[in-house]
């Protein structure tokens, strides 16, 4: 592959508006398994080692230019003032002539699954031989090419011209191999057709298609690679081909984890990122989804219905059922089912959290558990603290957000309160029901209980009352 290729300039074509994708939001923008489609695009590209990358953006460009500038700032962004078709999206870029290579690799920004080797065989033979006066251009074979640019090849099979779907006569409609609107040209002759393209065709706009038939009229060579694979060019138009294509995606990603000693019990219902990191060993359970630059350690098992988002997640940890979001879990933790691990939490190693539990903003040291229907929030809880079922944290004032220290060997009882900003001493106990509101010291027993009171026939007296009251309120709705 070439690599580092300073001799090469990209320019990416999202201005479009995607008509049929029916949305408000720029089509490449789309997702496909967490990522935008263009990012794809530009982490294929950025694998060549190009000079520069250009996009060309138009449709709601200020939201392209925002995701750009987040997750590749040194893709430069270029408007296309109206959306006159790919002749006229390419034309944005020649004000950056003298910053070009002395060749170009033009793209659609909606092909996700093109992949660096397929881009890096379209222009090996331009690029490396040095051949400025040519152009090379990917194709495809498809068994429906319906609304694709046809490739019309003279008797010896060299490329004459690609017909556009709506220029086509009935016979050209009939060959199967297509544009895929993926091209690599030398500059001086890319920017010298450009200037004799019309918009002599039945959408008026102007076809970067048209410059491959002028290159042949005037005797130069246009050379065609085959992508093996269909559905790298495979291009987005509506929302059933993003389904399709994510599909394609997610298969590609799974296989990849898989081939490296990841087990998927069902990697048809389970979807990660791609930027995504997960150890061998570890098993993924159905219907998981694995978001962001999570990092998972080795020896896991994640899920079933598992969510992780930017995450990072020790050896050895087992999460059930859970959403787990901007957390670091350390080894051999247990976590689940259906518990809610915030941004900001970080655990030690040999943590237990239970069934039902929220966990924000906190830091929880090694062996320590928090079992069962639990809210802990912006608390710092030390090594072997066990929390009892339905503590909750009491950090929000309504103005402030305070913090509970829990100190090593803690043992916190069942439906406790702890009123921040509070701390409870090494060792100590709180007992089951208690508010507890000021700091409890060392190795002390805590309670905080109102005396019970046990009225004799207390149960009958009161549930005769409310018979008496029921009784009146039906008689009340019968006179109505």
Request: a neutral charge.
């Amino acid at each position: 592959m070439v690599s580092g290729n300073k001799n090469l300039s990209a320019i990416i074509l999202a201005a479009g508006l995607g008509k049929r994708m029916k949305s408000e939001i720029p089509k490449v923008l789309h997702q496909v398994c967490f990522k935008p489609i263009l990012y794809y695009i530009l982490k294929s590209v950025s694998a060549l080692g190009p000079k520069n990358i250009f996009v060309v953006v138009g449709h709601k460009e200020e939201l392209v230019r925002q995701f750009l500038s987040s997750d590749f700032p040194d893709a430069a962004a270029v408007t296309q003032e109206k959306q006159l078709g790919t002749a006229h999206a390419v034309r944005a870029v020649k004000k950056y002539y003298d910053d070009l290579s002395d060749f170009c690799l033009i793209l659609p920004g909606d092909i996700p699954m093109i992949l660096p080797e397929t881009l890096d065989a379209v222009i090996g033979s331009t690029v490396r031989q040095g051949h400025e006066t040519s152009a090379t251009l990917l194709t495809s074979i498809v068994a429906d090419p319906f609304g694709y640019g046809r490739i019309v090849r003279g008797p010896g099979g060299n490329i004459v011209k690609i017909v556009e779907e709506k220029d086509a006569s009935d016979e050209e409609k009939l060959i199967n191999e297509i544009n895929t609107s993926v091209y690599c040209f030398g500059k001086k002759i890319l920017f010298e057709y450009l200037e004799n393209i019309g918009s002599d065709n039945s959408q008026k706009e102007f076809y970067l298609t048209d410059i491959v038939e002028n290159l042949v009229k005037n005797g130069q060579q246009v050379e065609g690679h085959t992508v093996k694979d269909s559905i790298e060019a495979e291009g987005i138009n509506d929302r059933v081909q993003l389904a399709v294509l994510e599909k394609a995606k997610q298969k590609r990603i799974n296989l990849g984890h898989m081939l490296s000693g990841v087990t998927f019990k069902d990697p048809e219902t389970s979807f990660v990122s791609p930027e995504a990191i997960i150890g061998s060993d570890t098993t993924i359970e159905p219907s998981c989804l694995i978001k962001g630059a999570t990092k998972i350690g080795r020896n896991c098992i994640i899920g079933p219905f598992t969510q992780i988002e930017d995450c990072t997640i020790g050896d050895g940890t087992k999460i059930n059922k859970s959403l787990l979001q901007g957390a670091v879990i350390g080894s051999l933790n247990n976590i689940g089912p259906t518990s809610y691990i915030r941004p900001g939490t970080v655990t030690g190693d040999k943590v237990k959290i239970g069934a039902c539990c929220e966990i924000k903003k906190s830091r929880i040291s090694n062996g320590s558990k928090v079992p069962h229907l639990s809210y802990i929030g912006d608390a710092q809880i030390g090594a072997d603290v066990n929390i009892g079922a339905g503590t909750i944290t009491c950090n929000y004032d309504g103005f402030l957000k305070n913090k509970t220290i829990i100190e090593d060997g803690v043992f916190i009882g069942s439906d406790t309160m702890l009123v921040a900003p509070v701390r409870i001493g090494k060792g100590a106990i709180t007992a089951a029901g208690s508010a507890i509101v000021e700091d409890v010291p060392g190795d002390c027993l805590a309670i905080e209980r109102s005396k019970q009171a046990n009225i004799e026939s207390g149960a009958i007296k009161f549930r005769e009352k409310k018979e008496k009251q029921k009784l009146q309120q039906n008689r009340q709705l019968e006179n109505k």
